[in-house]
Each structure stands twice: as C-alpha cells, then as structure tokens.
Nanobody, 117 residues
Framework: QVQLVESGGGLVQPGGSLRVSCAASVSIFRINAMGWYRQAPGKQRELVATITGGGGTGYADSVKGRFTISRDSTNNTLYLQMNSLKPEDTAVYYC???????????WGQGTQVTVSS
C-alpha cells in the first residue's frame, strides 16, 4: 500500500516563498509520474506541476516561472518550491504518485497553503 504524506504548508505573505514536501512509503526511483495538484475552496482540483520518470517537468501556466517541482529518489520525497506567492495560490496542495507501468494513482491527504497579508 502506497502512502503519501505532505508537509510544509502554512501561512505566508504575498511575494514570499514556501516549500512543500511529499514523503512516499515506497521507492520513487522508478515512477510513471508524480505531481502536485491543488484545490481552493469552491473550486475543482487542478494540476500544478508534474514530473515524469525521465525527469521531464510540466507546469500550469499560472505557476510557470514561480514554482519548481523536484524529486529526491534517495529520500523518496517529492518537493514543490513555490516563490513569488500570490493570494490566488491559496489552496490545499495534494501530492500524486503513479507507479511505473500502471494507470492507477495514489493521493496524499493534502497540506494547506495560505497566502495572505
């Protein structure tokens, strides 16, 4: 059973930075894909950033140039570095993991990020 535990969320002022982490209970040395999604109150969950097994990355237009996704296979941890944060980045951030060669995905429980002065 795959478990994903997010951490690092919190309250930050506009323009500030935050890094959220996702610790996996299994090896993430080989993956199909991992990613970060977010869901704001009253809105649907949306894709923020993804990373493939080959290291390719993709970002939502709204976060390009501000957010960076990375993977530490040694520590089985996925990161999302968020810079120049805006109030509209406020949401619960969820980690997603898709094992190699499979179509099912696993989700973490989410971590709250609030951008406010």
């Amino acid at each position: 059973q795959v478990q994903l535990v997010e951490s690092g969320g919190g309250l930050v002022q506009p323009g500030g930075s935050l890094r959220v982490s996702c610790a996996a209970s299994v090896s993430i040395f080989r993956i199909n894909a991992m990613g970060w999604y977010r869901q704001a109150p009253g809105k649907q969950r949306e894709l923020v950033a993804t990373i493939t097994g080959g290291g390719g990355t993709g970002y939502a237009d709204s976060v390009k140039g501000r957010f960076t996704i990375s993977r530490d296979s040694t520590n089985n941890t996925l990161y999302l570095q968020m810079n120049s944060l805006k109030p509209e980045d406020t949401a619960v951030y969820y980690c997603m993991f898709q094992p190699p060669g499979r179509t099912d995905v696993y989700w973490g429980q989410g971590t709250q990020v609030t951008v406010s002065s």
